[in-house]
């Protein structure tokens, strides 16, 4: 087992206070009698630099100049301190020199090597998102990207496939090929295997010769198939971590197919790294809307108030892609929607709707509510799930291949390409209250949001106004994720003019009406998180286990009994036994109808 200490507390600051492991990443040695201020923003700057574009509510600049950081509990914090809240230290110089914090960013450097380079996701996401970061400023002064992976390539080939993916912002289009350039000159390539000890020393003495003796920090991102995450972590951690600097590893889902697979992962990856190096990424945590949910919730009197089993009716998470699994089929066989979407992405977001006030906004504080709401999740019951597959389908004369269309789909694959279940969460705030969940491929639109549909009005005046069906007068809050990022409210209104006539309006916050910035992709939020060891927006381990604890039973359940999907046609809006699975709980998904 590695040997690091403070995880458990407070796992940015770990490099920071722990001593050395004994195997696994290499860490500083630096055991220092320092203040505890250690916080993310501290722990993790202390190996590094203060990026301009960090969030403000986690770092402020004291007038002094002297960086105050907002306090977490851990062992070592005086208890009269911990109370404190907000703690400003100036570290004394010598202490700033042996955590390297920076006083002095021409000290320290960030490696970042993309692990799987040559793949789509690394083409897709992860190369134009760290071009966006460095267009931004974001990145530090001095960092070095690295491609790695089997394909034989040069710098130049690699400069070449990435500079195709590479964009900029509408609204930043100043020195954009310049700009390009300067990144490009920042990205190099090396060929090895994932199991190769020898092909990472390789690497890391390049690595080496970019670094130029400053304290240098290295980030993996791992952006390969999960069967070769270990091997690859494994020579990383032995041949390449950083001698004097944090390292850290992301690494893509999917994190094993259930509980089982998923603590075995756990187990090898922290053969070599410690749970606070391990930053498990869910893009969809980098989501400008599902970030913005806490803020909505918890800086909002409206709101919170209102969020209890006592005004919400049914809470609705819902996901559709307008395409198949074009090109990954043969991935996705082996996971289906459930794993895909539902375990993960849908999950997360009910998370962090459902869970009580944190005590802080640190990623320790905020993970834990996070685990305690799923732990209080009841077990998904095989009736509460409806499963889903889609079949081909002509429209217009163009014809959409079928899920087992795919060469690398077994004709007779039953893995569901679409899915809606309900869940309910066991706890006083949300008893009895149903959260359905949907999600599928091939649909009829590509979407993602959340839908809050309040209780009835009791005794309501207007009820004749609304005829018969009182759920077309219900409130709705909708929070779409994503195309055209919004947050509005339904609500009833008189239609101006003499009569007494009432219709349904929006309160509408769109975001590209009201912000002229454009939105980053989640990646690039992620991407910086990791540089500057903010973990709020990764899944810790404890939060993965009750991810699959809720799912693993219903998922070995389908497929043992080989549930027969049903099918339903490319391009449609999904099997109608969604509706039925609603009904039974008097909903109606707010996604379908008139004024969706
Ligand atoms: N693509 C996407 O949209 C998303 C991907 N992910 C996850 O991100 C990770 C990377 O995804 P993606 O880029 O699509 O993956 P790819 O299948 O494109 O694989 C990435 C690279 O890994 C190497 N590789 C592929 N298969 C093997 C193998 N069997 N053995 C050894 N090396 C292999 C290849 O590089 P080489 O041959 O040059 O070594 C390949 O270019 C995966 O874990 C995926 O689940 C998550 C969300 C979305
Ligand atoms: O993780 C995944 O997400 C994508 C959808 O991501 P989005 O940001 O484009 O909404 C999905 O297509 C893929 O199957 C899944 O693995």
């Known amino acids: 087992m590695a040997t690091l200490s403070s995880s458990k507390h407070c796992c940015s600051s770990s490099s920071v206070y722990s001593s050395s492991s004994s195997f696994g990443f290499h860490q500083p040695q630096r055991n220092i009698p320092f203040p505890v201020v250690s916080q993310k923003r501290l722990g993790s700057k202390s190996v590094s630099w203060q990026s301009k574009c960090s969030p403000s509510s986690n770092v402020i600049l004291m007038q002094d100049g002297a960086l105050a950081t907002k306090r977490v509990a851990t062992d070592e914090a005086p208890p009269s301190k911990l109370k404190e809240g907000l703690l400003s230290v100036t570290p004394p110089e010598e202490h700033k020199q042996l955590m390297n914090f920076d006083t002095n960013a021409d000290k320290s450097t960030v490696s970042i090597t993309v692990v799987g380079a040559s793949g789509d996701l690394a083409k897709k996401k992860i190369f134009p998102a760290l071009f966006a970061l460095y267009y931004e400023d974001c990145l530090p002064e001095h960092f070095t990207i690295f491609g790695y992976a089997r394909s034989k390539m040069t710098d130049a080939e690699l400069r070449n496939i990435v500079s195709k993916t590479l ?86 889902k999917p994190f094993g197919r259930d509980s089982e697979s998923s603590a075995a992962l756990t187990r090898a990856l922290k053969q070599y790294l410690e749970e606070d190096q391990i930053f498990r990424i869910d893009h969809y945590l980098g989501k400008e809307l599902v970030e913005n949910l806490s803020v909505l919730r918890f800086s909002n009197l409206i709101f919170e108030p209102l969020w209890s089993r006592q005004y919400i009716r049914n809470v609705q998470l819902i996901f559709s892609e307008d395409f198949g699994t074009e090109g990954r089929g043969g991935y996705f066989d082996h996971y289906g929607i459930i794993r895909d979407i539902m375990q993960n ?48 389908h002509t429209k217009g004369g163009v014809s959409y ?42 649909l009829h639109n590509r979407r993602a949001e959340i839908r809050v549909q309040f209780r009835h009005v009791p005794g309501n005046l207007y009820n004749r106004n609304f005829g018969t069906d009182l759920d077309r007068a219900t409130n709705e809050l909708v929070i779409r994720v994503q195309p055209d990022e919004a947050i509005y409210l339904k609500i009833n209104n008189k239609v101006p003019g003499l009569g007494m006539r009432l219709d349904r309006s929006n309160l509408n916050l769109l975001y590209k009406a009201r912000y002229s910035k454009e939105i980053p992709d989640a990646y690039e939020r992620l991407l ?51 509706h039925y699975l609603a009904a039974r709980y008097n909903v109606k998904w707010g996604d379908i109808g008139v004024d969706e």
């Open 167 to 252: 964009t900029c912002r509408i609204d930043k289009r100043e020195n954009c090929s310049e700009k390009m350039e300067q990144f490009l000159k920042r990205c190099f390539y090396h060929s090895g295997q994932y199991d190769s000890q020898q092909n990472f020393v390789e690497l890391d003495k390049k690595l080496k010769e970019h670094e130029a003796g400053r304290v240098a920090n290295r980030l993996f991102y791992l952006s390969i198939p999960p069967n070769i995450f270990v091997d690859a972590v494994k020579c990383a951690s032995l041949s390449a971590s950083a001698a004097n600097g944090w390292t850290r590893v992301i690494v893509e």
């Open 345 to 392: 992405h849908l999950l997360q977001i009910l998370a962090l709707f459902a869970m009580e006030t944190p005590v802080s906004l640190d990623a320790e504080d905020i993970r834990n509510e996070k685990v305690k709401v799923l732990r209080s999740m009841k077990p998904i019951r095989i009736d509460d799930v409806v499963i889903g597959q889609y079949k081909s």
């Open 401 to 442: 291949p079928g899920y087992t269309d795919d060469k690398t789909v077994p004709k007779d694959s039953l893995t569901p390409t679409f899915a809606a279940a309900a869940l309910f969460i066991d706890n006083a705030r949300w008893d009895g209250v149903p959260f359905l969940m949907k999600a599928g491929k091939a």
């Open 528 to 578: 910086l998180d990791a540089v500057e060891g903010e973990r709020r927006l990764f899944i810790r381990s404890d939060e993965l286990d009750a991810a699959w604890s809720l799912f693993t039973p219903v998922l070995k359940e389908l497929e043992e009994k080989k549930i027969t999907p049903e099918y339903y046609p490319y391009g449609s809006r999904g099997p109608v036994g969604a």
